[in-house]
């Protein structure tokens, strides 16, 4: 290891030259015009992994091509199998006026590489690429195998995801996955995500009366859809800030004590935390810490209000309909179908028989999580340790990363997040940025990760 | 009084010539082309006035003109005196393609006469200019001094009006002011409008966070400003229909049994209201009828809903704030200024300390009533009756209408309704018509009310 370990030392020059060159593709995915960036962003990582020694090939897809890249198999030894994701695409830079500099040329100011898609997620993947060079290049044997899949539509919803998993099935069933794409609370706070929220989303439309009505003439003898909506909004949060939809909280899986000391240690108080959101006071669900609430409790959200007249001063109507969309965060183990069906038979109990009511469902996914005291888990916070010496944190994220579920259904793997986006990285903002020595600290993680995790 | 009324009946082709006249004119007071069309059909209304006996001018103001016209007054006798009031100015005709026959081309299809104003209100006040004529031209003494005020802003809010009056407050001083220009509810159902309702607007935004936050990062831990505003606007309506404002009710005047008789003989059922509306079922105030609730009871209602994502889809965020557009509907005597004090002060107390609220107050209109049983409301009754043959209803009126208040205010005078309108009249839509009948029907009122409104 001290051969690996001194070739990333003394490569960074090299390897921030690579992130260079990596950032100046402008692979935006949502435009269409930039497609051939994108086939160029990925045949510049073929030879890039070729370059390093890994057995690399471009898959084609109904969208854009995936990057498979696997470091060298020991003949007739079947060792543990991992698979690195990342992704090349990258978000929109848009607006453009507000980069200092712009986001295909890659600048370091400071600490930090700015260039659309250095943190998001160009320079996270690239940073496990350069561990796997260290060892290849310095004759280091590896524990295990590798496979790279770094895919080009993560911005867009992973389309061809999917069929690519279902299609190699057999080459890519491992024993874990590794996701650097997540965030790091601070640049000396290591940490391990190991759990996400599910989403299940709905609109909800209040049918009242066949038109707008005159509210002098008809005001008072017809029920008003929006009066109903918020009336049927109202009794689904109670003044604790539980969720009232029976069963609710039925299969939501208790935060165990050691769970909620690792989320006490995350820095920021309360108080800061309320400034920083804008908000005279913070409200969640009573008995839990903001940080558990926002991260590890399901929650309901109205997304959007929408009724009768919305311009300036007042148009005198009982409007004809009102609508609501709605996302729920939904948390290990409750189950999103489970939960639609209760939602959807509370709200017909709810509504009155002066109003039509009609519910339409989103999309929906499921909630993720790896137990924290899993070998694999505890393998990810010992790579951590010794890549930052630090005591790394545990964590929960409050979103949803849908791939993750397909990875454990199509290759029926864990999946690792251990993410190296700090707070300020503006990721899909303008001004994206990299900081350099978590690319360094990155790499140093990725080198002991595999060493770290074949052990049982 | 015969020679009157044979006067009328005998007149009646060159009466609707005359309002084939006045209808000609595109007097369409919202758009700037059509002034020189206002003036002309003031002027218009000036020679026709002088013609038929009446000491006539046209008043400028600020806007388009008034006409004002005077039955010839007996020297030094002071003689009960009426003020009629009526405009001349019309609603757009827009969207011409819906008219069947061109909206300023009047045109008789059976017992109607079609073309924009020919009911609101050119047929309405023609006809009690035609009453007086018949009176001047047969000889006929009346027992009263009549002013006629036909301003040419009503459409677009009466802006000159106030002015007017006040100037001419001396002039125009006088005991009642008659006006046509509300509704009938059906051709053989003769009807006095003895009270409208006020209003009082608002707009109440709740502000949270300072920027559109991800639910997924962030939900859970901060209120939802659209949720704040539903559980606030739910409590502000209980499950009876009545509002929760403390003191809403207070001073709202009882209905009278008189009143609640003369109501339930208004035509249709409420199986047939709600057919008309496209509702499942009827809501309103629990204790009273359709027709009560929504011409003599106050109301609240959610006249627009705006908070965060509206459009296709969803987006996964915590609003930073959600809008409501309310108005309240008042009746006698409520008082908008103590409704106002009492409700912005409920609201504070149920507004939550998670979020901030601001309240901007709208227009207000004090509510009206004249008693049904006062000496000019039963003349009025009486000149129905003895028009129509029938006994007529007392009804109230669910909007507001404005100038009635200046009235009161300025010349100290209640306002007698005396609507001519029927309901599918298409008032404010294509195809305006005026019904033919109910024309010299009005005529014969308005002779008869001179007789009876004397009468103590």
Redesign the interface.
Known sequence: MQKVTEYLRSNQARFIEDLCDYVRFPSVSAQPEHRKDLKACAEWLVKHCKGIGLETRLCTTEGNPIVVAKTPRKKGVRRPHYMVYGHYDVQPPEPFDLWKTPPFEPTIRGSSMFGRGASDNKGQNLAHLTAAEAYIKTGTELPCDLTFVIEGEEEVGSKSLAAFLVKNQAELTCDAVVISDTGIPAKQLPALTYAL?G?A?F?IIIH????D????????????P??A???I???L?DKNGRITIPGFYDDVAPLSTYERKQMARLPGSEKE?ARF?????????KGFT??E??MA??????????????GE???????SW?R??I?M?LVPNQNPGKIIKSFRSYLTKLC?????MEIKS??GAEPYIVSPTSSEAQAALRALKSAFGKEPVLMR????IPIVNQFKKYLRADTLLLGLALPDDNAHSPNEKFDLELFEKGQLMSAHLWQELPKK
Chains 1, 2 share one sequence.
């Open positions: 929220r989403i989303a609109e009242g009366p066949s038109r009505l005159h509210s002098g003439i008809f005001g008072g003898s017809v029920d008003n929006a009066m909506l918020a009336q909004l109202a009794k949060r935390f959101l804008g908000v005279p006071k913070l409200f969640g669900e903001a940080n609430q926002r409790r399901p929650t309901f959200e109205i997304n959007g209000l929408t009724s009768g007249y919305q001063g007042s148009k005198t109507i009982v409007p009102a609501v969309k996302t965060r009155p028989p002066t109003v039509r989103g999309h994220e409050g979103g949803s």
